[in-house]
Every structure is written in C-alpha cells, then in structure tokens.
C-alpha cells in the first residue's frame, strides 16, 4: 500500500483546512484508516480513524472540530479541520491498516499562527 498525504500548510488561528490522503496499491484488505500527528517534542498522537463500515472515532481534543471521511471510488481519505488552535500544530500522518500490517505517508506539516 502506498500513502500520500497532502493538504497541510499554514493557516491563522480559528481557520480551516481539509487534508487528503490517497491510498494505492493492495486497497482491497484495507479495514481502517486513521491520521495520527506529531507535534514537536510530542509522541505521536491519534486524531481520527474510520472503519471499513465508516465508523468513525476522535481523540477528545478535536471531538465537534474534525471530521474524517472516505471517499472509495477516489481510494481518497480526507480530515477536514475547522476552528484550528496553536495546539494543532503538527506533522499529520495518514495511517493504512490491514491485517498484519499497518501503513504510513510521509507526513504533511499544519501550522496553526497568526
């Protein structure tokens, strides 16, 4: 499977961004998909995940501000951001989960400033 993720830059205070990730290669045993991010001097942190029958999960703090969603016939995940904060600031990584193995893209840099 490969991941690219795209989307990210920097955006003030209060904003909105929607990140992409596209998935090719063995999609088919794909049962999850998610964005983790890192922020500096931070462990990687989950932020969203969607199952193969869209069920959807958030970390609590961007519960009500994040979106994730799926599109299939694009192989294309997204995670719309609004009412970005500072603390948003991050490295966002999509992740690909199939059985035995998961998957990650290189990563897109979000910064939240004014």
């Known amino acids: 499977v490969q991941v690219v993720e795209s989307g990210g830059g920097l955006v003030q205070p209060g904003g909105s961004l929607r990140l992409s990730c596209a998935v090719s290669?063995?999609?088919?045993?794909?049962?999850?998909m998610g964005w983790d991010r890192q922020a500096p001097g931070k462990q990687r942190e989950l932020v969203a995940t969607?199952?193969?029958?869209?069920?959807?999960n958030y970390a609590d703090s961007v519960k009500g501000r994040f979106s994730i969603s799926r599109d299939y016939a694009k192989n294309t995940m997204y995670l719309q951001m609004n009412s970005l904060k500072p603390e948003d600031t991050a490295v966002y990584y999509c992740?690909?989960?199939?059985?035995?193995?998961?998957?990650w893209g290189q990563g897109t840099q979000v910064t939240v400033s004014s």
């Open positions: 969607i199952t193969s029958n869209s069920r959807t």
């Open positions: 290669g063995s999609i088919f045993s794909i049962y999850a």
């Open positions: 992740v690909v989960d199939r059985p035995g193995s998961r998957s």
